[in-house]
């Protein structure tokens, strides 16, 4: 009675509805990138017995597993038992899955080589190859501003690599930094943008919910991990893995909670107060999560790299601007479309 009290409140006043959701994306994915970082590139154990973690896909096991249970939870919760049927055919949710699993991994793995700073600005870069999935798939069409504000993100991520250290701790050489690092960074941002393109393709042409498509498509990507895992032999090192470190165990399950919790609070906001806040949310959450990365895990960054961060993220923040002016002078009216951000959380 007294929470219901305190949300009633909260949902009354536009600014502290606003801060519960910036508060509740940031938090949590600030909270699953230390834990990203912390799980891949920090050795568990001490001494001859400190190891780090290599299994990647293990995490993307956990982390769509329990995606899809808060999602069965839900529909149930919401009394929508009608909705856990799949309403589009099982092989386009798989093909949203198995880009997912790819993207998803190809992001883990590139903590072998690139450093957390290196990986998250990166993720800036995906606006490119989203606009060429589009163009393929959907026959979007855009202007020369989308194009011009792509080159200059892509710039300044340029910027970034050229002007120091990337490496990540657990790199071999620079040589496997560079290629494979970079290799893994591309595959991501390929991915991705075809995820992101695929799913508004199936909210566009069937009738599904939210909850529906991260119910099939978290299914479909924790039995593609699952095969994976089992195919490559990783499943019974992962486990032996975290029997003789159960640290690491809660650091995954801390993982995957932070991530799906992300994912709810994305939707509520992308729902409530359209996809141009959430943008700018998380353009901030992107910019803290590199500010705390270099606290916590001491990345040294250059000038020339701050001077690419400021221009990725000001680039960003003046995109998210400049399309909340439009709305205004459009009627004021911010629709949340159905899209990628909607739905599992795709590309944290």
């Not at 001490?46 to 597993?65: I, P, Q, W």
């Not at 798989?94 to 990986?119: D, G, I, M, R, W």
Request: proline share 3%; aromatic share 14%; net charge positive.
């Amino acid at each position: 009675m007294v929470f219901q009290v305190i949300w009633n409140n909260v949902k009354a006043n536009e600014r502290a509805h606003v801060c519960f959701c910036v508060v509740g994306i940031v938090g949590c994915l600030m909270i699953y990138g230390v834990l990203q970082e912390r799980i891949m590139v920090e050795p568990y154990g001490s001494g001859d017995n400190a190891e780090t973690f290599k299994y990647s896909l293990f995490l993307v096991l956990c982390n769509r597993l329990t995606s899809c249970f808060v999602a069965v939870i839900s529909l149930i919760g919401n009394g929508k038992l009608s909705e856990i049927k799949p309403v589009a055919p099982i092989y386009t949710y798989a093909a949203v899955s198995l880009s997912n699993v790819v993207a998803t991994t190809c992001q883990y793995e590139a903590l072998k080589y690139v450093s957390f700073p290196v990986q998250t600005l990166g993720k800036c870069a995906k606006m490119l190859p989203v606009m060429i999935w589009g163009i393929l798939i959907l026959a979007k069409r855009y202007g020369v501003k989308d194009f011009g504000m792509a080159f200059l993100i892509t710039a300044g991520c340029t910027l970034f690599l050229l002007t120091g250290e990337v490496k990540s701790k657990v790199a071999a050489n620079m040589w496997d930094s560079s290629v494979y690092g970079l290799a893994l960074m591309l595959g991501y941002l390929g991915f991705d943008g075809f995820t992101s393109t695929f799913q508004d393709k199936l909210f566009k042409g069937y009738q599904m919910t939210t909850y529906n498509q991260i119910l099939y498509t978290t299914l479909c990507s924790s039995l593609l991990s699952l095969f994976g895992l089992f195919s490559s032999g990783q499943l019974p090192l992962a486990f032996s893995f975290i029997t003789r470190h159960p640290e690491a165990l809660w650091n995954v399950i801390y993982l995957s909670l932070s991530a799906t919790i992300g994912a709810l609070f994305i939707s509520y906001t992308i729902k409530t107060f359209g996809s141009l806040v959430f943008a700018t949310i998380m353009t901030t959450r992107q910019f803290l999560s590199i500010l705390l990365s270099c606290l916590l895990f001491a990345h040294p960054l250059s000038i020339g790299q701050w001077a690419g961060t400021i221009f990725v993220f000001g680039t960003l923040y003046y995109q998210s601007f400049s399309k909340s002016s439009k709305h205004h002078s459009n009627g004021g009216a911010v629709v949340a479309k159905g899209g990628p951000d909607k739905t599992s959380g795709r590309g944290l």
